[in-house]
């Protein structure tokens, strides 16, 4: 029998170690899903935690002031019958009281991702669910969505940066990448090729 001491066991399996430290470690940084059942409907939503930030400035009013739209990827399940759409959630820093400049009524939403333009139609989240899809770190005061292809959510989920556009019938806002990045949108477009056992190492019941 061969006699090995502590430290010729750690040399031996220090490189074992530091590899698994590090599966752990990116493992931990895996965005985290929420998943919820609407009773009413018997649909499934599933949603990240954190939405990517996006902003346009409004220097004129204050240094700090600007309008934020935060944006994320859900997945509409009914009984396998699965949709897509972005969430889009609007917030302000911005006094209104300081301007007669209002947030336009958007009806469609521009996107330029990786030099590629797209143009879909958006609409009020309506339902009462819009507010608790994602979590911000300001008051969202409206929300909307836009119905998109899972193609699509790739497509945004590669790009280095976004930029979007709230596209009014007389105005348009355009907001650029502040914080976040849609390349965690990848775990859901991933969603479906994961073993329902394996979903809870990140996925958060609400």
């Known amino acids: 029998m061969t006699n090995y001491s502590v430290s010729a066991l750690a040399r031996r399996f ?11 470690g990116c493992a931990s940084k895996s965005p985290l899903m929420s998943e919820r059942l609407d009773e009413r409907t018997g649909v499934t939503i599933t949603a990240l935690d954190l939405p990517v930030t996006l902003a346009r ?10 309008d934020y739209a935060f944006v994320g990827p859900v997945e509409f399940n009914r ?6 759409y972005l969430w889009i959630g609007m917030a302000s820093t911005v006094d209104r009281s300081r301007t007669r400049e209002a947030p ?5 939403l521009s996107i330029l991702a990786a ?6 139609e958006l609409e009020e989240w309506d339902d009462g669910r819009g507010q608790t899809l994602y979590q911000t770190n300001l008051p969202v005061y409206a929300t909307y969505r836009a119905a998109v292809s899972l193609d699509i959510i790739k ?16 105005e348009s806002w355009h907001y650029s990448t502040w914080s976040g990045t849609s390349q965690e949108w990848l775990a859901l477009a991933d969603w479906e090729s994961t073993l329902p056992e394996n979903r809870e190492a990140y996925t958060r019941r609400r």
């Open 57 to 66: 400035e409004a220097p004129d009013l204050a240094y700090s002031s600007r």
């Open 79 to 84: 009984m396998g019958q699965r949709s897509y």
């Open 155 to 170: 497509l945004l989920a590669n790009a280095d940066t976004l930029r979007i556009g709230l596209e009014g019938a007389a």
């Open 104 to 108: 336009p009524a958007p009806v469609a």
């Open 115 to 120: 030099g590629v333009p797209l143009v879909v």
């Open 14 to 24: 220090a490189p074992l170690l530091l590899a698994s430290m590090l599966m752990a």
